[in-house]
T-cell receptor
């Protein structure tokens, strides 16, 4: 158990809908990362927050948005869902970020999203 | 373009045998190289992290090497166990950008 929690574990929805995925980082971790893992793509970095502020952006679609709240939990919002958005969405957390330091990222169990 | 390539894509070995997984990376700027183990349907677990100045790091039966000149890394697994069956993912860390470039992984199957 990494200490990172994600809810829900599974989500089934229809095209065009909007969903929210939730992540609680490990106690003491200030940085939260979101990743998408599709069958044929491997893990893709989406976005990172540190202590409530966005710090880095990867290949995140404009239909997707995220935020980190004062209690450090984070939410990833996916809207106007398409079939291709079906994937595993992982959240990870670390104590710090950047500066060239090798911060260990701890991954949550993921949310499996299926868009029908 | 930043990318990480891993080989082989998949590998089957017998329990107790050793194996080596390869990773070539093009990540600029480069801060460190990570190896993760991912069981099917679960989140990745960090095995090793090496900065550009390190050339080897061990974690139990896992030993990673890094050659920053040739931009190559390897993960050696000694005396494999059935529980080593998983995907092993190589990751290049760009450092201050705070993002990671993931390889597609090597799927290892350890058979009794």
């Amino acid at each position: 158990d990494s200490g990172v929690t994600q809810t829900p574990k599974h989500l089934i929805t229809a095209t065009g809908q909007r969903v929210t995925l939730r992540c609680s980082p490990r106690s003491g971790d200030l940085s939260v990362y979101w990743y998408q893992q599709s069958l044929d793509q491997g893990l893709q970095f989406l976005i990172q927050y540190y202590n409530g502020e966005e710090r880095a952006k990867g290949n995140i679609l404009e239909r997707f948005s995220a935020q980190q709240f004062p209690d450090l939990h984070s939410e990833l919002n996916l809207s106007s869902l398409e079939l291709g958005d079906s994937a595993l969405y992982f959240c990870a957390s670390s104590v710090g970020f950047g500066g060239g330091a090798p911060w260990t990222q701890y991954f949550g169990p993921g949310t499996r999203l299926l868009v029908l | 373009k930043n990318q990480v390539e891993q080989s082989p894509q998949s590998l089957i070995i017998l329990e107790g045998k050793n194996c080596t997984l390869q990773c070539n990376y093009t990540v600029s700027p480069f801060s460190n190289l990570r190896w993760y183990k991912q069981d099917t349907g679960r989140g990745p677990v960090s095995l090793t992290i090496m900065t550009f100045s390190e050339n080897t790091k061990s974690n139990g039966r896992y030993t990673a090497t890094l050659d920053a000149d040739t931009k190559q890394s390897s993960l050696h697994i000694t005396a494999s166990q059935l529980s080593d069956s998983a995907s092993y993912i190589c990751v290049g860390d760009g450092g201050s950008q705070g993002n990671l470039i993931f390889g597609k992984g090597t799927k290892l199957s350890v058979k009794p």
